[in-house]
């Protein structure tokens, strides 16, 4: 999840995707304190929100430690299950292909990742995006489906 968003699309993901990426497991630690940042300035607040903002990237874990409240400062609460999590992720992704951002076996890429992350949950598959996971091996090969 590291290369999501792009670091040069200068792209902020917002708290609701980041939630989602803590549920999944997948936080870019060193990035977060940037993000947080952007947050402040787009009229969220609180006190965890501004000591995240104020944390270094290499702070990995105290980035870790104080998301989750950070991110109620957001009033945005991280997903109860990994289901409701990889929704909002893969919303996000075929967003960023529908808008021509991001291509076709990136977004496979990404799904496998968050299916592989879960270790092959079921509800996650079961996704519509999630559907698409045993591309990667027919695309790989040279068999099956075509892009």
């Not at 092959?120 to 519509?128: F, H």
Request: charged content about 20%; some cysteine.
């Amino acid at each position: 999840m590291h290369d999501w968003p792009a670091l040069d699309t200068g792209e902020i993901p917002a708290p609701e995707l980041v939630a989602a990426w803590v549920a999944l497991d997948a936080i870019p630690s060193e990035r977060i304190p940037l993000w947080a940042a952007h947050w402040l300035v787009d009229g969220h607040d609180g006190e965890a929100l501004r000591n995240l903002a104020g944390l270094g990237g290499t702070e990995t874990h105290e980035v870790r430690d104080i998301l989750p409240a950070a991110l109620a400062d957001c009033t945005v609460a991280i997903p109860d299950s990994a289901a409701a999590a990889a929704q909002v992720a893969f919303t996000n992704l075929a967003r960023l292909h529908a808008g021509n951002r991001a291509s076709e076996i990136w977004v496979l890429a990404k799904v496998c990742d968050i299916v592989t992350r879960s270790d092959y949950d079921g509800s996650i598959i079961a996704l519509p995006l999630g559907q698409i996971f045993g591309l990667e091996d027919e695309w790989a090969a040279g068999w099956g489906r075509t892009h």
